[in-house]
Each structure stands twice: as C-alpha cells, then as structure tokens.
C-alpha cells in the first residue's frame, strides 16, 4: 500500500520552531506533487503550503508566507515544512499529501488522493 509518515511535530512556544518531515514508499515521490495541511478540532482542513513535482514552483497561503518553507528531496522520497515563527493559530494536526499532476501544485485538499495519519503541533506559551 501507499504509505506517508509524518514526523517531527510536538510543543513549542510562540516564535519558536519546527521542522515536519513527510516520508513516502510504496510509490515514487517524483511522481506527484506534494501538499501541506492542518485541521484544528471543529474547523475544515486547510491547506498550508505545496511543491512541484521537481521543486520548481512552490505555493503557500498568505497566513504562513515568510515563516513556512516546503521542499524535498526525490531521491530520498522525503517533503519537508520548516515552520519558523510560530503563531498559537498554527496550532493543528499537519497532514502531508500527494497530488498527481505534472506541473504546479495546488492546496484544494479534493484534488489529493493519498495522505498521511498526521502529526500533531502545538504553539502555546
């Protein structure tokens, strides 16, 4: 089966930082483009940030420009979020997805077909 891990989130105060790690098998990453969301309790999924298929275009939502950077790296079949900056409203369970297209990306959660179980961030003081 498909397989995406999400790691590397936890607790950390406002202004701090954390870097998500997404981990994929069972397909080849350089095959589809790579997607960013989060989900609070009560609240619809939101996309974050997304990549390319080879890392050329990026896109991110105005609420995390300048403090999120997506990338990845094909050949170890990883996409990773370094998240800097923290706000408390970036506390949420972050998902990683893949979205099968050749060119671009985008972060409308519908058009993704795999996705992690999610890792869980919290931003408080």
């Known amino acids: 089966q498909v397989q995406l891990v999400e790691s590397g989130g936890g607790l950390v105060q406002p202004g701090g930082s954390l870097r998500l790690s997404c981990a994929v098998s069972r397909f080849t990453l350089a095959d589809y483009a790579i997607g960013w969301f989060r989900q609070v309790p009560g609240k619809e999924r939101e996309g974050v940030a997304c990549?390319?298929?080879?890392?050329?275009?990026?896109y991110y939502v105005d609420s995390v420009k300048g403090r999120f950077t997506i990338s990845r790296d094909n050949s170890k079949n990883t996409a990773d979020l370094q998240m800097n900056s923290l706000k408390p409203e970036d506390t949420a369970v972050y998902y990683c997805?893949?979205?099968?297209?050749?060119?671009?990306?985008?972060?409308?959660?519908?058009?993704?077909?795999?996705w992690g179980q999610g890792t869980q961030v919290n931003v408080s003081s």
């Open positions: 997805a893949t979205e099968r297209i050749r060119f671009g990306c985008s972060v409308v959660s519908g058009r993704y077909d795999y």
């Open positions: 990549i390319s298929i080879r890392g050329s275009f990026t």
